[in-house]
């Protein structure tokens, strides 16, 4: 068996103009994250630790933030476009661990939610992603609601 670990990582800007996705999931905010597709941070995060442990480049590469067709897209079908990436190179996905970095809105209540998605797009169980949240205790453009990022590792296997 081979196993490999991906690292990934995404940053948006918050702006008032657009709506807050997280983990495919639409989350009440007065603060949305800036990007060519929903700016999803946590599932960008995700298809480039993914991308990553599979050698496959990047999220850029796959999903070029210039090209129109990818405008306003919902992450959730990059993510599923990565699964078949991963899936046709003959990768398994053994398990995600992620941290969104967000001063507010609370995202505790809604992390089930966010692995529910995650787990059906992926084909993996709920045990299999960790997604916890955090502030950065009004320190710096995170703390100060200028900005969301997202960590997440994974661990493949062929």
Same mark, same amino acid.
């Given at each position: 068996m081979r196993i490999r670990i991906g690292f990934g990582v995404d940053v948006h800007q918050l702006s008032s103009e657009r709506e807050l996705f997280i983990g495919g999931k639409k989350i009440e905010s007065d603060l949305g994250a800036l990007g060519h597709s929903d700016a999803d941070v946590l599932l960008h995060a995700i298809c480039d630790a993914l991308l990553g442990a599979a050698n496959l480049r990047d @999220?850029?590469?796959?999903?070029?933030?210039?090209?129109?067709? !990818?405008? /306003?897209?919902d992450s959730k @079908?990059? $993510?599923? #476009?990565? *699964?078949? $990436? $991963?899936?046709?190179? /003959? !990768?398994?996905? /053994?398990?995600?661990?992620? =941290?969104? @970095? $967000?001063? &507010?809105p609370k995202l505790n209540p809604h992390i089930p939610d966010m692995q529910a998605i995650i787990a059906s797009i992926l084909k993996i169980d709920l045990d299999d992603i960790? @997604?916890?949240?955090? =502030?950065?205790?009004?320190?710096?453009?995170? /703390?100060? #609601? &200028?900005?969301? &990022?997202? *960590?997440?590792s994974c661990l493949i296997m062929k």
């Open positions: @999220i850029g590469f796959h999903f070029s933030d210039t090209d129109p067709q !990818y405008k /306003g897209i @079908i990059l $993510l599923e #476009r990565v *699964y078949v $990436l $991963l899936r046709e190179k /003959g !990768y398994s996905i /053994g398990n995600l661990d992620c =941290t969104v @970095i $967000l001063e &507010k960790s @997604i916890k949240a955090t =502030t950065h205790e009004k320190v710096d453009s995170f /703390g100060e #609601r &200028k900005a969301v &990022k997202a *960590y997440a």
